[in-house]
């Protein structure tokens, strides 16, 4: 595997950063994920405007142009030969002696570019027939959960959580009992009447991207569509429940704490809006 790291494509096994790199030290970092289909880079450049903001949040200075930061993404992409596969990309504050504030003197952000094979073919396969289980854990994160910051250390936490009660998702509950979104996803539940309904997006969720155009191709197949808090009674009461990622696409989520939701299989409406967002991915 090549990685990109600061100005350089290097095998993965001499790809290294400084330990005085402020990612290193503070997760004082930005980054973005983004799933690679038939060798296409998948929403680019909604990805790249989250990404300038992220940084615009945390007074971070790119360390590239877009048209550059896009070739480099797409030499990452070549260099591995990754047909299907995960983008990541991580820009740090950059390199210097551990302080908390903003180094005095700028530091140039370390950037680093990374890819992986992923099997989308298979995701959607287990989406169309499986779904995956979630399982509710606490919403311990900070209040700008809008920044795709590299501090995820809540976020792991509630994933091991999960993954330890045998689920394959965490969906977190603020201290009001409502669903804000997963520890890599975003949730949504669909109602009797077939609304769908996810969190509207404020600095207590990511506002992910996948959330974005599956909502797009919902509307486009005259789905309704609500934008609003719900709270975690409500989604182990609904029809489907599913959540949305780069990685995971659009994928059933057909048990809850060990409840079922629904019949405890892929919806009608999920299995509808991942053949859709396949069409969108493959178009
Ligand atoms: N929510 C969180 C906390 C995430 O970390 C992610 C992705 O990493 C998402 C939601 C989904 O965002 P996207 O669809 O842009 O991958």
Redesign the pocket.
């Known amino acids: 595997r090549i990685a990109y790291v600061n100005g350089a494509y290097v095998p993965m096994s001499e790809a290294c950063v400084h330990i005085d790199d402020r990612g290193y030290q503070f997760a004082d970092g930005v980054y ?2 983004v ?1 690679v289909r038939h060798g296409k880079l998948i ?1 680019l450049e909604p ?1 790249l405007d ?1 990404l300038w903001r992220s940084l615009g949040e945390l007074q971070m200075m790119a360390p590239m142009d877009r048209g550059p930061m896009r070739l480099v993404l797409k030499e990452v992409v070549r260099r591995n030969r990754i047909k299907d596969g995960f983008l990541y990309l991580q820009i740090t504050r950059g390199v210097a002696p551990r302080d908390h504030p903003f180094p005095a003197q700028t530091p140039w952000p370390a950037m680093v570019v990374t890819a992986k094979r992923l099997n989308f073919d298979a995701v959607m396969d287990r989406a169309m027939t499986q779904g995956v289980a979630g399982s509710s854990q606490p919403d311990i994160r900070w209040g700008r ?1 809008d920044v ?1 910051s590299t501090s ?1 250390l809540p ?1 792991i936490l509630a994933k091991q959580a999960a993954r330890e009660a045998g689920a394959f998702e965490a969906v977190m509950v603020d201290r009001d009992g409502y669903v804000t ?6 949730i949504w539940m669909v109602t009797k009447d077939g609304t769908l309904v996810t969190r509207s997006t404020d600095d207590n ?9 599956v909502m797009k191709v919902a509307r486009d197949l005259q789905m309704k569509v609500e934008e609003r808090a719900f709270t975690l009674e409500e989604a182990k009461g609904a029809a489907e429940m599913f959540l ?4 995971s696409c659009a994928m059933p989520i057909v048990s809850l704490d060990g409840q079922k939701i629904g019949d405890g299989t892929p919806g009608p409406v999920a299995k509808r809006l991942v053949e859709a967002y396949k069409a969108f991915m493959d178009a």
């Open positions: 973005e994920g799933s929403d990805h989250r959960c795709k995820l976020n979104e997963g520890s890599s996803t975003n969720i990511l506002p992910g991207i996948t959330r974005a155009s949305t990622s780069s990685t």
